[in-house]
């Protein structure tokens, strides 16, 4: 939303630019028909969907732990962000997404992914194979409102482990909520 609120901006002040110089010369119908669908447009339209997203952060942790223990690292990621979801529900929202910034979404993109795969990779090395009851979930990390998401740093696994002892675990880094949907953010744990 915030790049089609740009788009209708720099759109409305090139009309008014290019007719500034005779304020009686009408916009004419294209451009003024093109202003009216930027400015309405996504308004009511549904969010972008998010797949491989879970009703409740128990639910997430529970499907990141069966995918640990089959050792499923495919599944891991599926439960993770992809790039669509990241360039079009979570890129807008973050201020390094502003234009003076300069940040290409590619390079943020990019970034974000190999260090939540290097994460993911290490995490599946070390406790792939092993079977954790989970008993409850926590962060330990700030809550950030982005709008349209929320997300927690630093989520805590309550876990028994396969020999019956309490533990607690950072298995992943964060947890993207978007109302009823809870998907892992990153596998980068700080």
């Known amino acids: 939303m915030a790049g089609l609120d740009r788009l209708r901006d720099q759109l409305t002040a090139s009309v008014r630019a290019r007719h500034a110089g005779n304020p009686r010369r009408p916009a004419g119908a294209a451009s003024f028909a093109l202003l009216l669908v930027l400015a309405f447009a996504g308004c009511g339209a549904p969010p972008p969907p998010l797949a491989n997203t879970h009703p409740s952060p128990e639910a997430l942790a529970a499907a990141v732990l069966d995918a640990l223990a089959d050792n499923d690292r495919d599944r891991l990621a599926a439960l993770a962000l992809d790039g669509r979801e990241f360039r079009d529900v979570v890129w807008p929202e973050l201020p390094s997404s502003r234009p003076e910034r300069g940040v290409p979404v590619s390079y943020a993109w990019a970034d974000l992914r190999q260090k939540s795969s290097n994460a993911l990779r290490r995490l599946v090395a070390q406790w792939g194979g092993h079977r954790f009851t989970l008993l409850g979930v926590a962060w330990d990390g700030e809550t950030t409102d982005y709008g349209p998401y929320l997300v927690h740093r630093e989520t805590r696994?309550?876990?028994?482990?396969?020999?019956?002892?309490?533990?607690?675990?950072?298995?992943?880094?964060?947890?993207?909520?978007?109302?009823?949907?809870?998907?892992?953010?990153?596998?980068?744990?700080?």
Request: charged letters at 30%.
């Open 157 to 190: 696994l309550r876990l028994l482990d396969e020999t019956g002892r309490e533990v607690e675990m950072h298995l992943y880094g964060s947890t993207l909520v978007r109302g009823e949907e809870h998907k892992v953010f990153s596998y980068m744990v700080d």
